[in-house]
Every structure is written in C-alpha cells, then in structure tokens.
C-alpha cells in the first residue's frame, strides 16, 4: 500500500526527537569519534549526524523504539548532513556517505522491526530529513551589513543536491524538508530535488515540507506569514505540509488550524513537548502532548502528527493511540481564483 492510499484512511504518525533520545546515551567525545575519527583535528562531539557512521547501532535502536510506539514514518539522521552544516566539524568530505549511511540504517530497523513482529515493511516509511542549514538565505548574519549573506542560493542548492543523492541511493521513500525557518533556504531544497530526479530521469519522490513559526506573531524567521509560506512552496506539489519545531502543541495549535484550512495537500504537525524550561528541557508528559493533538484530530485539522523536540517514544505512543480511532482530515476541494 503506497502511503497516499493509507493517508486516506486514518492519520499516520511520524515518528518524535532523535537529538531528545540520542542525549539519553551520554556519549563522550571518544563514543562520537569511534575507530575511525579518533585522530580527527577538532571536537566532534555534538556531531549527531556522524554516529550514522560511528554508532549505527544506536541510531538504529532509536529509530526501533519510534517504531515500536506506533510510528508509521522514521525520519532518518540527517538533519544537519549537507556539507554547509557539517564545516562546522570540518567533514564536508562525509556528506552524502553520512546521508547513504542513514537510510539504510533506517531501512534495516524497518525490515528488523517488520520481522520481529511479523508484520509487512510496506506500511512502514523512510522519511529522508532535510533541515534548514546553520545559514540563511534571506537574512545577513552581520548587523551593520543588511545585504551581505553568508551562502548564495547555488552553493545550498548544490549541497542540498548532494544530500538528497544519498538519501535516494540509500533507500528512502520519501524526503522531507523540515523546520524552515527561511523559505528561501527551503525553495533550494526544493529546486535540488526537482534537479536530481531531472537529472537521474526518474519520478521524483513524494516530497513533505515541514516549517515552523518561531513566536506569536504567526510568522516565520523571515517574516512570511504561514499563509504566504504556504504559498511560496505550493508549487512544489507537496504530499503534506506542515509545521514543526519551535511551539509546543497547545501555542501551535491556532497555526495547525489555519493551515488545514489553505491547504490543498495533507496536513502534518509534530510539535516540540511544550515550550522549553529555564534550563532548556522539555517538561511536558506524554499524556499532556496527546491531549492536544487528539483535539486537533478531533477537529479535522491533521493527517500526520508526531512530536519534536523533547518527544520520546511513550509521546509518540501516546500520541498514536489517542489518535488510532479518529478520522482523518479530508483533503479540500480548493478553488483556484485569478484575479
């Protein structure tokens, strides 16, 4: 069963934090370095993407508890894998073996899972995730020089290209450009996917677009309301969108709602667990989580719920079974006027 099939009959869910669960281990520098990165020039500690190459068998294991509460999407560990972001750790080299290295580790805690419980892997999803980047193209990072920008539209596009080649040759099934904060940043995701499949002359993958609105203003870090968000990457034909990130579930909920009601496509949202304490932390419990996202159900706003940061697997299965009996949000019959 293809994954629009299913997202006609009930809502999925998508699967919580991997940073939130990936803490939990207490890695040291060493645990991040391996075998292979012991000598390396520079702290890589933080580096989550990199234990796609030194711990596999956590990211796998983590990816298994998501699926284990109830997860129909596992979004692979790659947040920050194009080589923009990686500078920082000065492993540009590693981007697209990082991003290969992901989806299979993804792909085999599916087959794993699917097996241990006798179940069909053709329900299960791979999710290729594809943040923002640690550099905008709509906002100058220096104060005093408004029109300076740090990256040109073609150096993202050009990395992002490479990540989505790793993604697709190591075997997801869909790709999913999340928490945008700059629309620009994510229009060259976009153009880099478009370009792959272009290029390998094959169909593209299903393509979700997650943004997130960063205050109670209901505007992105670039301004955009979510309505002109929306509209900005509409063109990409999208198979969800949705926000993410930034709001916990009860401040994102008046957001949710207004994009179920311009949306043409399915509708996601995976809020963080609340808003963070003074600390940093995320104090809300599961059972808080699902509460609200069962009122969203109910309401006919979602077709993809899942959580972001602070989320764990008991959020998800919370989240999940408050949501397993509750119909899914009917696509509009959305008029295209000119005037």
Not at 59 to 78: C, F, M, P, R, V
Not at 90 to 108: C, D, G, K, V
Not at 265 to 282: D, H, I
Request: hydrophobic share 40%; proline share 4%; net charge negative.
């Amino acid at each position: 069963m293809n994954i629009k099939e299913l997202l006609e009959q009930r809502i999925l869910i998508i699967d919580g934090a991997m940073g939130t669960m990936i803490q939990r281990y207490k890695l040291s520098e060493a645990d991040y370095r391996g075998e292979r990165f012991k000598d390396w020039t520079s702290d890589i500690k933080g580096n989550n993407d990199l234990l796609c190459l030194t711990q596999p068998q956590i990211i796998k294991a983590i990816h298994k508890e998501y699926l284990q509460a109830g997860a129909d999407i596992i979004e692979t560990n790659t947040f920050n894998a194009q080589r923009v972001s990686l500078a920082d750790y000065n492993m540009q080299s590693l981007a697209y073996e990082i991003n290969f290295a992901a989806a299979r580790i993804a792909r085999a805690a599916i087959e794993e899972y699917t097996i241990d419980n006798g179940l069909s892997t053709m329900d299960k999803f791979v999710a290729g995730a594809i943040g923002p980047m640690n550099k905008t193209l709509s906002l100058s990072p220096d104060v005093n020089n408004p029109g300076y920008r740090a990256l040109t539209f073609d150096e993202a596009m050009e990395a992002y290209y490479e990540q989505v080649k790793g993604l697709v040759e190591g075997g997801v099934d869909l790709l999913l450009i999340e928490t945008i904060f700059d629309t620009l940043n994510a229009k060259a995701a976009i153009f880099a996917i478009k370009k792959y499949f272009r290029d390998v002359n094959k169909k593209s993958l299903p393509i979700m677009i997650s943004g997130t609105i960063t205050d109670a203003s209901g505007r992105t870090l670039s301004g955009q309301t979510l309505e002109a968000f929306y509209n900005s990457v509409a063109h990409a034909k999208p198979l969800s969108i949705g926000l993410n990130c930034a709001l916990g579930a009860k401040e994102m909920r008046p957001h949710i709602e207004e994009l179920s009601q311009i949306a043409s496509c399915y509708v996601s949202a995976y809020p963080n667990a609340g808003l963070p304490n003074a600390m940093g932390e995320y104090d809300e419990q599961p059972h808080e989580t699902a509460h609200f996202i069962e009122d969203w159900a109910k309401e006919g706003f979602v077709n993809i719920v899942g959580g972001c940061c602070g989320t764990t697997p008991d959020h998800i299965k919370a989240i999940a079974q408050k949501v397993k009996n509750i119909q899914t949000r009917k696509l509009p019959v959305v008029e295209e006027v000119l005037i």
